[in-house]
């Protein structure tokens, strides 16, 4: 009786091993699988079509076997686009379970992007850290775009492209504006305004109260109809810093200059981060018209342009 029940027992495990064993070699890992090579999957790309792709990219054995691992764990429509990159061999399931969690298995590069980065200041910080990143691609795709691609630490894939990196920006900009816009909207200045005072801030002060006074003092010139004359809009012109401008530099006729033409400049003159934008609508207000800083970063204010004129003698000709 014990002989026969073994004999079953036996015949059992040979007939579930002739079942699975099948199974199990033919959703193994091909001999070729593409190790550290990229694999882009289209966005709404199915189960069929994706199952026809890592077959052909050498990723999987059988088409058939890669689907029913899918199905069975009910993940045919949770297929994750995107660039995959794998540094090792994997099975069908183990390939399934990494695209449906978006586990892309690249590695990830952090990179900081200060306040006050300009467009042009951004692709020497990306470097060669980004494989596919182009420089060229990055200045023709961001016309327009400075002082709205944010400052900050970002996570990106190593095979991020110069698109994929300004979406994150844009993105992550339009986040962080969402947060302040309760007091945007009750200062009732329009977006463009508030983000190219908010750049000029950025560039002429550190600290938040300097920034806030500072705007106060440039939205005051501003409703007087007198030229804000800020140095900083002239050094984007002319890439000189604010200590080296000339009387021929402040003559500059680019629209950016704010000593030849009265108003904001024509855009924003870097990528300001949250605190200038806050400052840009939570002025302070003085009786000053007039502030320079000197050669240590400290402010000095005055309400009259003899009083600035004492300054400028004071802490910038010494």
């Known amino acids: 009786m014990m002989n026969s029940l073994f004999s079953r027992i036996i015949l059992y495990v040979f007939i579930a091993l002739c079942a699975v064993l099948p199974f199990a070699i033919a959703s193994g890992a091909p001999s070729n699988f593409p190790v550290k090579q990229i694999i882009t999957i289209p966005k709404g790309e199915g189960l069929s079509g994706l199952a026809d792709l890592l077959k052909s990219d050498g990723m999987i054995r059988l088409t058939f076997i890669f689907k029913v ?31 449906v969690a978006g586990d892309h298995g690249l590695a990830l590069v952090k990179i900081t992007f200060p306040e006050g980065t300009s467009l042009t200041e951004i692709p020497p910080i990306v470097g060669t850290q980004l494989s596919l990143f182009s420089k060229t691609d990055f200045l023709t795709l961001t016309k327009g775009k400075e002082g709205y691609l944010f400052p900050d630490t970002y996570l990106f894939l190593e095979d991020e492209k ?23 909207t009750a200062f009732d200045k329009p977006l463009p305004q508030v983000v190219i005072m908010a750049s000029l801030l950025e560039k002429e002060a550190r600290t938040t109260e300097t920034r806030r006074i500072i705007a106060g ?21 002319t890439g000189k810093s604010t200590f080296d401008l000339s009387l021929t530099d402040l003559n500059n006729p680019s629209a950016y200059n704010t000593y030849r033409y009265k108003g904001l400049p024509i855009g924003p003159i870097t990528n300001p981060g949250l605190d200038s934008l806050l400052a840009a609508v939570t002025p302070i207000s003085t009786p000053y018209l007039y502030y320079l800083s000197d050669k240590n970063g400290v402010m000095h204010y005055a309400a009259t342009f003899a009083d600035h004129l004492k300054n400028k003698a004071l802490y910038l000709n010494n």
Request: glycine share 6%; net charge positive.
């Open 162 to 184: 110069a698109k994929d990196l300004i979406g994150v920006m844009e993105e992550n900009f339009n986040n962080k504006i969402a947060t302040i816009q309760d007091q945007i």
């Open 69 to 99: 691992a899918l199905f069975l764990t009910r993940n045919q429509h949770n297929i994750k686009a995107g660039d995959y990159s794998f540094d090792r061999p994997l099975s069908a399931l183990d390939l399934g379970r990494k695209i």
């Open 217 to 237: 003092i440039l939205w005051k010139r501003l409703q007087l109809g007198m030229p804000l004359q800020v140095d900083a809009s002239v050094s984007y012109v």
